[in-house]
T-cell receptor, first 109, second 112 residues
Framework: AQRVTQPEKLLSVFKGAPVELKCNYS??????LFWYVQYSRQRLQLLLRHISRESIKGFTADLNKGETSFHLKKPFAQEEDSAMYYC???????????FGQGTTLQVKP | NAGVTQTPKFRILKIGQSMTLQCAQDMNHNYMYWYRQDPGMGLKLIYYSVGAGITDKGEVPNGYNVSRSTTEDFPLRLELAAPSQTSVYFC???????????FGPGTRLTVL
């Protein structure tokens, strides 16, 4: 079964601390994975995708096929990173996304 | 360009009432999606469309219907509202499969 799991509902860190938001997936095939972010009072938007291998706003995510993980990392958290983060798996050729449960990141001053 | 728009922003329905959630886009994207967002559950796909005249069920389609007569519009219909349909509904568009999805601002629906 295709599934995305984000084990943490809430992750609270202090400003300047490293951040790792966990994402594990289950997919029989070559996965396409995304991180979407929803800031307060804003729309859900794409943060990054594993194909592009970019660093966006200091965040990176590496696809680990052996561990079936796509964890989101940032070395030094900022207060403006506080948001809801969703990991998502692209399923099939219809564009359907399977979302994880979401993790709320709270960066304290 | 407005991108993806949704109306209404908020709505309270009584059990058994009907309503249509509107979604419109000016991005000329073929793919459109309806999701519902429940606390602690992430986003669940209700229905999707890969082009005008083509729709298909997602993960949680029961209690909903859609139509796609034009590229721009993808309304979601609730025929007999139930408390279990209390949720935040998001519409999204995509240029093609596997690309970035662009989301609307959402409609917060409460069924009492």
């Amino acid at each position: 079964a295709q599934r995305v799991t984000q084990p943490e509902k809430l992750l609270s860190v202090f400003k300047g601390a490293p951040v790792e938001l966990k994402c594990n997936y289950s997919y029989s095939g070559s996965p396409e994975l995304f991180w979407y972010v929803q800031y307060s009072r804003q729309r859900l938007q794409l943060l990054l995708r594993h194909i592009s291998r970019e660093s966006i706003k200091g965040f990176t995510a590496d696809l680990n096929k052996g561990e079936t993980s796509f964890h989101l990392k940032k070395p030094f958290a900022q207060e403006e990173d506080s948001a809801m983060y969703y990991c998502a798996l692209h399923s099939g050729n219809t564009g359907k996304l399977i979302f994880g449960q979401g993790t709320t990141l709270q960066v304290k001053p | 360009n407005a991108g993806v728009t949704q109306t209404p922003k908020f709505r309270i329905l009584k059990i058994g009432q009907s309503m249509t959630l509107q979604c419109a886009q000016d991005m000329n994207h073929n793919y459109m999606y309806w999701y519902r967002q429940d606390p602690g559950m992430g986003l669940k796909l209700i229905y999707y469309s890969v082009g005008a005249g083509i729709t298909d069920k997602g993960e949680v389609p029961n209690g909903y219907n859609v139509s796609r007569s034009t590229t721009e519009d993808f309304p979601l219909r609730l025929e007999l509202a139930a408390p279990s349909q209390t949720s935040v509904y998001f519409c999204a568009t995509e240029r093609g499969a596997g690309n970035e999805q662009f989301f609307g601002p959402g409609t917060r629906l409460t069924v009492l």
